[in-house]
């Protein structure tokens, strides 16, 4: 039997920019990206913990090191700039291995960046 567990989380992220006119997607700072374990194009959970919104879409690289959150296409009208989000993706794998498995957590700061 297999079960979706939690796999990468970013907690609390800032919502730096909602671009109605661009295609669709979350475009995720890489360093963030590569620190919660998440990779273009994966299915993401986006929870607006200051408005309630909840939605899925995909992720797509955004500028190394720029601290960008983007919400894009219709995602956009879920948040506004300087909302918090959480961001989170799920795996599907094995019971037995789901118990031990561990998630990548983080926690940038009001800037979208990791301390070190």
Do not use: C, W
Not at 45 to 60: A, C, K, M, P, Q
């Amino acid at each position: 039997m297999n079960i979706e567990v939690l796999k990468s989380k970013i907690h609390r992220a800032t919502i730096m920019q909602a671009d109605l006119n661009y295609i669709g997607s979350i475009a995720i700072d890489e360093d963030l990206m590569d620190a919660a374990n998440l990779i273009e194009n994966e299915k993401v959970s986006i929870y607006n913990i200051t408005n309630g919104e909840r939605l899925d879409t995909y992720v797509i690289k955004g500028k190394r090191g720029s601290g960008i959150i983007s919400l894009n296409g219709a995602a956009a009208r879920k948040a506004a700039v300087g909302d918090k989000v959480i961001i989170v993706s799920y795996a599907s794998m094995d019971f037995e291995a789901a118990k031990t498995f561990k998630p990548t957590i983080i926690f940038p700061d009001d800037h979208n960046k990791l301390s070190l």
